[in-house]
């Protein structure tokens, strides 16, 4: 064996101590499911109770250990797109909304330079009623549920325009959370009622629909006034908000439709079996998401945010390297989460900003403005609250597809046919 000198020997032992600190660590926490914003927060608010929610048993899970690690979770880092601040989407299964709804505010102020606050309820109102035609039109063979897929805006904008939040917000009776749990029960109900008495009047059906949802949420306006002028929801997209439904697209990326095609998304919240969605190979994918945000563009993203690398404690999103290693995230190993439904179709959310290679490392991080109950653990008076960091890594492996302006893909849109 030759002789190492000692500082060839020094070299070594550094990058092995530097490998070693890059190594991913889980832990085991325990978790007392009556703590946490949704719990102290939202779920206060929606029973109306004061007392704490308690636990008989303590609930673990293993998570990624994120001590320790220099981690960019401040919104600061990052160079941003302007977006109104968040909102908690409370107990509701409408982040579909939420997300895609701050997504076209952003888009307003880029196109025309105004700051406007959009009714993400108000769509919401308008999709219960579509999910309840179809349920009729297809005899009960079709989903009835609160969750949606970002693309549904565009689509109930087309039909029924939109609202501005101060008209519409969904909240009544002084609460200050939205809860569509009973609301949905309701409307469940009824809907499987005409299963037994084989009663499909369209017109009776859907009336019941928009009475539930009139008790739960309030009458949606068919005109008001917004600084001097009479509107309709019709005439505020078109000549207030500007902006056209159809400049918005969907790319996705996996592995079991065919790549350069027009394809559907073939998950349950895609209830009308939407197959407008652009399928690009993975790294075609990343670039794309890339490119937008650098040029300005923000985009409503949707995936899967159930993973041991999803901190609710530092608010970053990372893949662990007990998971897979950063060198063999590919389109096998995405499709195959896919594939056993290990990525599940879990939240949308909008991508507002970016971090370029944080600290030289050649690896990029995201800034996420998100609406659910986790991104609020923190405390309202962090940086944080509100906000995930997104390492591109988890992009990469579990984040399935993205709404974004057509202009920000032309290159990736001129090799569809």
Not at 54 to 67: A, G, I, L, N
Not at 142 to 167: C, H, L, Q, W
Not at 198 to 217: F, Q, R, V
Not at 254 to 264: D, M, T
């Amino acid at each position: 064996m030759k002789k190492i000198s000692i500082g060839i020997a020094f070299m070594i032992v550094l990058t092995l101590g530097i490998q070693a600190q890059n190594v991913s660590k889980g832990k085991i926490i325990t978790e007392q499911k009556g703590k946490g914003f949704y719990f102290e927060s939202i779920l206060k608010d929606v029973t109306a109770v004061e007392e704490k929610q308690t636990e008989k048993e303590p609930y673990q899970r293993f998570v990624m250990d994120q001590t320790g690690m220099d981690l960019p979770n401040n919104p600061s880092l990052y160079t941003t797109v302007w977006s109104n601040p968040t909102q908690s989407q409370g107990n509701a299964g409408t982040c579909w909304s939420f997300s895609t709804t701050s997504f076209y505010e952003s888009e307003v102020l880029r196109q025309h330079g105004k700051k406007v606050e959009i009714s993400e309820i108000y769509s919401a109102y308008c999709e219960y009623i579509e999910k309840a035609r179809r349920f009729i039109e297809k005899r009960g063979n079709s989903v009835f549920s609160e969750g949606s897929e970002g693309n549904a805006v565009a689509r109930i904008m087309k039909t029924y325009g939109a609202v501005p939040d101060e008209i519409y917000s969904g909240l009544i009776d002084g609460r200050k959370y939205h809860s569509h749990a009973k609301m949905v029960e309701e409307m469940t109900a009824f809907l499987n009622s005409l299963k037994t008495s084989n009663a499909w009047n369209m017109d009776y059906a859907l009336e019941t629909i928009k009475s539930i949802m009139n008790h739960y949420l309030g009458v949606p306006p068919s005109e008001f006034k917004l600084e001097g002028k009479t509107y309709t929801p019709q005439t505020y997209l078109k000549d207030y908000l500007q902006i056209n439904p159809d400049d918005f697209i969907e790319i996705l990326s996996y592995k079991q439709e065919p790549y350069w095609q027009q394809v559907e998304y073939k998950v349950t919240d895609n209830w009308w079996h939407n197959k407008d969605y652009y399928n690009v190979p993975l790294d075609d994918f990343m670039a794309a998401l890339k490119k937008a945000v650098k040029a300005g563009y923000s985009l409503s993203i949707g995936g899967d945010v159930s993973e041991s690398g999803f901190s609710r404690e530092t608010n970053c999103a990372v893949i662990p390297d007990f998971d897979i290693p950063s060198a063999y995230i590919n389109e096998d190993a995405r499709q195959f989460r896919f594939s056993n439904e290990t990525t599940t179709d879990d939240h949308g959310m909008q991508v507002i900003g970016f971090l370029e290679n944080y600290k030289g490392l050649g690896k990029d991080w995201y800034l996420i403005k998100d609406s659910s109950s986790g991104s609020r653990n923190v405390g309202s008076d962090n940086p944080n609250f509100g906000y995930y960091f997104f390492h591109e890594d988890y992009i990469k492996l579990k984040m399935m597809g993205f709404t974004v302006h057509k202009d920000a893909v032309k290159d990736i849109l001129k090799k569809f046919k």
